[in-house]
């Protein structure tokens, strides 16, 4: 064991035979390292520890199993905190007699009923926010425990006069009581009960009705009926926050706190009593938690005059829980709304210019894990901007996400690697992140933590992903074992944020360099992409058919796929995402064009099915979503098999690009020689001669024309030597869609090659296709316009236009690309 603090080490005593006296390290020591073991260690560590006085299970799983398993240690137990259901079952299973406080949540009447009927000398309850508890429980509690002197409710549904009077009628040593978030208690039937029922209790001294309907009257009725109280806190009431009178409610020396008030003067200015102050403090804390979860309207201007500057004044109180409340509401209030996870840059800013980064990571290296959890998240949430990231990066806090990143307790370690998941996004951070070993903790992380730990995995992975985003830690992501890290994670957790995350993780890992790319095929990780094709959540397959697609960008990628089952699913993936978000359509259009890039590949998906879909994909309005899907139809036209299919499904892109794959078919074969594309005969079916195959797709090419042929306006336009002629006979002559596409010189030289042709179908469809290429409203238009003027297409275009013996469809084309290719010789010389 090294100690860091030589102070510690010297209060280390050594026994006369030379061993370490373990019982003589200060607590502090102990405690932290005891929190590096699960409570199931720890009740195994019965030599160590016999007897706990303080539980805390909210961070870990906690069922009967496990209560039965750490009754033995909970003789002594006094104060137990717990979340969940399943948690407030098991804790009746302690077997702690002698139970002084508790404090947890999503209790039923039943469940909190049997906990006060075994636990009668409890001092102090608090339960909430929790709508499953009703008046019966309330009773209960009066009844059972008499010796109650604190009772704090939030969220219960109703809070009824009978209950109230039990309190008053069997809990005489009751001082402390609120009734938070109760938003059923009528104020003024409340105001009349406690009027006439809490004057027989001498010692309440502090109330609070904070976010009820209480009215004006009911207050000045509680505040002029009750001698022994002193304080009413009444934050967030709408009804009384709207009564113009309330600042006019005479308080008899007594104090009344709401958001009509400044509340940051209360403990400077008022005079109170510790136990005043304490109460004060902690009401205040939960209160203001509550209001930032709730998230009500038009309370921006109080977070930024007051509730940050009350949040950061609470995290320097004594009292640990809070201290807690206070991070946690910290961590709520700084997003800009409810439902929108976007920090708003002037909470930040006030966080950060009033010295919060400091208090929180203080408090993040707290012994007390509920607190550093809270601490953390905080810390986590302001690191989502970027001012703030800088701050909380010079203050040392990457250090101490890696550091609680592996702590056992569940809720710190998801806040310190969500801390480190916003960190990473900045590039500012990677380095720092990387020399801290950060990469190293998070693939240990996903390895150590079950599947259903899904925050801390989810946490871990996006961390990872954007790490992986830089092509340096992308090497040692895969180094680490990243790879193999993510893969598993994919398969073993269902969870859709950490699919999400993980296969994102494996797109960026496999988007560097070839030297990633084994990596991606390394350890299972293509079939989980490929599995992942089907999962439920359109987000999971979205983020899968990109990774898939960044992989098919390689021949050897391409294949592994293929192999792995890729063509089958991407195909049954596009065939279900004929409604799905642009974002998906994109992706696996993306992946299918990435595929058809191999021969084989091409083959298997038309004959998968996956010709249909990429055509409905090329009508899509989103520019990328039919870019690439016209271009993977362009890659499929090559393949016989699959050029017929394109004409009968398709529409006019795809018929396009189908006709461009014929005319190069037909062309090819009437020169004795096969199209550079890479089709041969053998591909033809055996049924249907070579012949017969060129006169069929001359006749789809010619019928495709004709489509965009106006007779009239073209005879008009042939003997006019007017623009508007031409221009009336072009109105439908252009396809929008075609400028996305990029021919290569040895395409251009076809086309005007094929304008010599003998062919009068293919010689107006080479028109055809040289008018869409040089369209001046098309992305590669002046580059075509440059291939064209450098292989000499003027004087053959001139040829055919001229020509009497060619069809209107040759003479108009060729006129139009005439005209198309004046306009970017213009263009140019004025540029230069």
């Known amino acids: 064991m090294v100690f860091k603090n030589h102070s510690v080490w010297r209060k280390v005593a050594m026994k006369d035979n030379g061993f370490v006296d373990w019982t003589s390290l200060p607590d502090d020591a102990m405690i932290q390292l005891f929190s590096l073991l699960n409570y199931h260690d720890r009740a195994n560590l019965s030599a160590t520890c016999k007897a706990w006085r303080i539980v805390d299970l909210r961070g870990y799983k906690f069922n009967i199993t496990m209560a039965v398993s750490l009754s033995p240690r909970c003789v002594n137990l006094q104060q137990v905190r717990f979340r969940g259901a399943e948690s407030a079952d098991a804790i009746n299973h302690l077997n702690a007699m002698n139970l002084r406080d508790i404090s947890g949540d999503s209790i039923t009447d039943d469940t909190l009923t049997m906990l006060v009927s075994r636990h009668k000398d409890l001092r102090c309850i608090q339960v909430g926010p929790d709508d499953k508890v009703t008046s019966g429980s309330i009773k209960a509690i009066a009844f059972y425990c008499t010796k109650l002197k604190q009772l704090r409710l939030s969220g219960i549904k109703d809070v009824l006069a009978d209950s109230i009077n039990a309190l008053a009628n069997y809990c005489p040593n009751l001082v402390d009581i609120g009734f938070i978030d109760c938003l059923n208690v009528d104020g003024v039937a409340l105001g009349h009960v406690l009027s006439v029922r809490f004057l027989s209790l001498p010692e309440l001294i502090g109330l609070d009705v904070s976010r009820t309907d209480i009215s004006s009257t009911a207050v000045l009725m509680l505040l002029s009926s009750s001698r022994s109280l002193k304080v009413l806190w ?81 995290l320097q109180c004594s009292q640990e829980d809070v201290q807690e409340m206070a991070a946690s509401g910290l961590a709520t209030c700084i997003f800009a709304n409810e439902g929108n996870a976007i920090i708003d840059p002037g909470k930040a800013e006030a966080v950060v210019k009033n010295g919060g980064v400091p208090l929180l990571l203080d408090l993040a290296k707290s012994w007390q894990e509920g607190i550093q959890s809270a601490a953390t998240k905080a810390i ?39 801390g480190l998941w916003n960190l990473s996004v900045g590039e500012e951070h990677k380095a720092a992140i990387t020399e801290a070993g950060g990469i190293r903790t998070l693939v240990d992380i996903i390895s150590e933590w079950s599947s259903d730990a899904d925050g801390v995995l989810e946490c871990s992975a996006g961390a990872l992903a954007n790490l992986a985003a830089n092509k340096k830690y992308s090497t040692e992501i895969a180094i680490a074992g990243g790879v193999q890290s993510l893969a598993t994670l994919i398969n073993n957790c269902k969870f859709r944020g950490v699919q999400e995350q993980a296969t994102r993780g494996l797109v960026n890992l496999a988007a560097h360099s070839v030297r990633n790319g084994p990596n991606a095929r390394e350890a299972g990780a293509l079939e989980a992409l490929i599995q992942l094709t089907c999962s439920p959540h359109d987000g999971v397959r979205q983020v899968a058919a990109g990774a898939l697609w960044h992989l098919s960008l390689t021949n050897v990628n391409r294949e592994a796929i293929a192999a792995a089952g890729g063509v089958e699913a991407l195909v049954t993936l596009a065939q279900s995402s004929l409604n799905a978000s642009q974002c998906l359509q994109g992706m696996v259009a993306g992946a299918l064009w990435g595929l058809s890039m191999s021969k084989a590949n091409s083959i298997a998906i038309g004959r998968e099915g996956g010709i249909p879909p990429l055509i409905v994909f090329a009508h899509s309005d989103s520019h990328d979503v039919h870019e690439v899907a016209a271009g993977a139809l362009w890659n499929l036209a090559f393949d016989h098999s699959n050029v017929f299919q394109i004409v009968e499904e398709g529409g006019i892109p795809a018929s396009f690009m189908a006709a461009l794959a014929l005319a190069y078919i037909c062309y090819g074969s009437g020169n004795n020689e096969l199209a550079p594309t890479g089709t041969s005969s053998e591909n033809t079916s055996k049924s249907v001669s070579l012949d017969e195959a060129r006169t069929t797709a001359l006749k789809h090419i010619e019928a495709f024309i004709l489509t965009f042929s106006d007779p009239q306006a073209f005879a008009a336009a042939v003997v006019s030597s007017s623009r508007a002629a031409l221009d009336q006979a072009i109105e439908r002559a252009y396809i929008l869609e075609t400028g996305l596409l990029r021919c290569s010189e040895a395409e251009i030289g076809r086309f005007i090659a094929m304008l010599q042709s003998s062919s009068s179908i293919l010689k107006a469809f080479a028109a055809f296709s040289l008018l869409q290429f040089t369209d001046p409203q098309g992305r590669n238009a002046v580059y075509h316009a440059s291939l064209m003027l450098d292989a000499g297409a003027v004087k053959v275009l001139r040829a055919a236009a001229a020509s009497a013996n060619e069809p209107v469809e040759v003479k108009i084309f060729a006129k139009i690309v005439l005209r198309n290719l004046e306009y970017h010789q213009q263009e140019t010389l004025y540029l230069v």
């Open 234 to 314: 009444a934050l967030n009431c709408p009804v009384l926050e709207q009564d113009i009178t309330v600042n006019t409610v005479k308080t008899e020396g007594k104090l009344l706190l709401g958001l009509f008030s400044d509340i940051r003067n209360v403990f400077s200015d008022w005079g109170c009593s510790n136990e005043i102050m304490t109460w004060l403090k902690w009401i205040l804390s939960h209160t203001l938690l509550r209001i930032a979860k709730s998230s009500p309207q038009n309370l921006d201007y109080f977070w930024l005059k007051q509730g940050v500057a009350l949040f950061l004044s609470l």
């Open 380 to 418: 986590s949430n302001l690191s989502a901007d970027p001012n703030a990231a800088k701050t909380v990066s010079d203050e040392g806090g990457i250090g101490i996400f890696i550091e609680l990143a592996r702590s056992k307790n569940r809720q710190v370690s998801e806040a310190a690697t969500g």
